[in-house]
Each structure stands twice: as structure tokens, then as C-alpha cells.
């Protein structure tokens, strides 16, 4: 059964600090997709970052960074320096390529308060 | 950038009244979606469509129900809301094909009293 799990149902850091967000996830397929999705107070979900179960190399985008794992099936999120309008809900979620529906199937969701 | 549009962003309405949702999408993606979600928690899927004349129910059992007349256009309808019904609406869409990422709308924040 494919499952996204969140262990981390909120997090608060100072500004600065460097946070890393957890996702564990569980599937049977060998072909899948992740996702990082940031949900800002104004409540529209915003993509990160996709990444397919064939390509681990770890990737950076500015302060973001994420670190693929097949072995531990986890696709963490790091952010660096973190600043306040990094507060939100991020989620992480699944998507198996063999089911032919492509649905989604999304973590509960990390809370990060960044505080001044 | 993705272009999907959901309205109204806000809308308080007394139970039992027929309510639309509307969304719609310029990028010409062929799957589109409705999750319903209560603020800052889990997203749970509702309808989704593959395609004109293709809907299908998702994980989570809703009153509501979809039509997909046109690629552009995925509207929700609740024949008699209910306070059960009141949370927020996100609409998405993504392309046919394995890259599947989904677009979503700004959400619709539905009470009803």
C-alpha cells in the first residue's frame, strides 16, 4: 500500500537556522514521482520540486535543498538560513506511474514557524 | 507559470442552499482535480478528471459532484450545503503524461452557517 508519512507536525526555528523537513514514503512500484509542495497562510499550494524514482542525485535550488534516499525511501527538505517568509505548511506527497491514475498521495504536512 | 483559476476565493452561504465552485484552467491540461482541506491540514481528494466527459470520485466520499464539459473548465457543485461542507476547496491540473506535476488554484474557503 502506498503511504507519505510526515513525522514532523510542526517545526519552530529561529531565523537563520537551518531546518531539514522529513518524508518517508512506501510504495511497490518502481516507477514514481515526489513531490514538495509550500502552502503559505494565503492557502494556494505552491510546487517545489519533483523527483522520479530513478534519479537520486540530490538537488539545490538557493537556501532549498533535498536528499533522495531510495534505500530509506525518504525525500527530505533541507532549508538553509531559513527566513520568516518561510513560514508555511509544506507538504510532501507520491505519485505511482504503474497505477495509470497518477493520483497524488500527500503527506499530513510539516507546520515551519520561522521566528524573528 | 501556471494559470488556474478558482472563484470566489471566499464564500459564506446558509445550509441548505445549491452552491457552484467554479475552476478553470488556460494551460490545456488534461487532468484536473478537486481535494478538500481543512486549514493546514491533510489534502484529500475528492473528483478528479482525465479528460471532457471523464470524472471520477476520489479517496475521500463528497456530496459534491463535477462535470468536465470542456478541457478548461472542472466545476464543483453542492445541491444543499451543509456546516459539514464548510472548509476549503484547491482545485489543480497537471498535463497527461509521466512528469504529472499538479498546478494548483488559490482555493475556495467555503463556510456555511
Known amino acids: 500500500a502506498q503511504k507519505v508519512t510526515q513525522a514532523q507536525t510542526e517545526i519552530s526555528v529561529v531565523e537563520k537556522e537551518d531546518v531539514t523537513l522529513d518524508c518517508v514514503y512506501e510504495t511497490r512500484d518502481t516507477t514514481y514521482y515526489l513531490f514538495w509542495y509550500k502552502q503559505p497562510p494565503s492557502g494556494e499550494l505552491v510546487f517545489l520540486i519533483r523527483?522520479?524514482?530513478?534519479?537520486?542525485q540530490n538537488e539545490i535550488s538557493g537556501r532549498y535543498s533535498w536528499n533522495f534516499q531510495k534505500s530509506t525511501s525518504s525525500f527530505n527538505f533541507t532549508i538553509t538560513a531559513s527566513q520568516v517568509v518561510d513560514s508555511a505548511v509544506y507538504f510532501c506527497a507520491l505519485s505511482e506511474g504503474s497505477s495509470g491514475t497518477y493520483k497524488y498521495i500527500f503527506g499530513t504536512g510539516t507546520r515551519l514557524k520561522v521566528l524573528a | 507559470e501556471a494559470d488556474i483559476y478558482q472563484t470566489p476565493r471566499y464564500l459564506v452561504i446558509g445550509t441548505g442552499k445549491k452552491i457552484t465552485l467554479e475552476c478553470s484552467q488556460t494551460m490545456g491540461h488534461d487532468k484536473m482535480y478537486w481535494y478538500q482541506q481543512d486549514p493546514g491540514m491533510e489534502l484529500h481528494l475528492i473528483h478528479y478528471s482525465y479528460g471532457v466527459n471523464s470524472t471520477e470520485k476520489g479517496d475521500l466520499s463528497s456530496e459534491s459532484t463535477v462535470s468536465r464539459i470542456r478541457t478548461e473548465h472542472f466545476p464543483l457543485t453542492l445541491e444543499s450545503a451543509r456546516p459539514s461542507h464548510t472548509s476549503q476547496y484547491l482545485c489543480?491540473?497537471?498535463?497527461?503524461?509521466?512528469?504529472?506535476?499538479?498546478?494548483f488554484g488559490p482555493g475556495t474557503r467555503l463556510t456555511v452557517l
Open positions: 489543480a491540473s497537471s498535463e497527461y503524461g509521466t512528469t504529472n506535476e499538479q498546478f
Open positions: 523527483r522520479n524514482s530513478f534519479d537520486e
